[in-house]
């Protein structure tokens, strides 16, 4: 062995000893009571933008404890409110034959949202719905510019309004 290699054994059983003697010392079994039980609480949601009495309003859903894509949210969205949402009075102005959807992140804060239905023929209730239910997936560093096309038309970059 080398001087070099026996130093640095050395240095590595100083070390060991030194971590070994750290004053940590064995104790009882702590009891803390029972271990947490019933149903896991998703963690996760989601927020799409739903029409209420001619406005934008956000609504917030669990997303079964796992984050979706933008593309997933749109679908949520298209679909229509809840039975639960639609008694509260939430619509949808997206028609479901906008969907599949497809989005682009182009550049940071830019993002391209393609419809299968032309995009010329959304209400701007529909737009601001899909714009803002981007930009609330979007990272708040980065506030995002959305354009909606399909079918050769498209809607001019727009933020969320709210």
Sequence with gaps: MTGLAR???AAC???LVAVAGCGVRPSDVIPAGDPPSGPVVPTTTITLY??????LSAV???SGGRPLFRADTLALLAAGPTAREQALGF???VPPEAGPFSVIVKTA???VVTLSAPAGELSPLAVGQIVCTVAAATPPESPAHVTVVGAGQGVDPR????
Aim: with cysteine; glycine share 12%; proline share 8%.
């Design 50 to 55: 739903l029409v209420k009495n001619g406005r």
């Design 13 to 15: 059983l100083v070390s």
């Design 91 to 93: 619509t949808t102005d």
């Design 60 to 62: 917030t859903r669990p």
């Design 159 to 162: 933020k969320c309004p709210g």
């Design 109 to 111: 804060g830019h993002v």
């Design 7 to 9: 130093r640095a054994l």
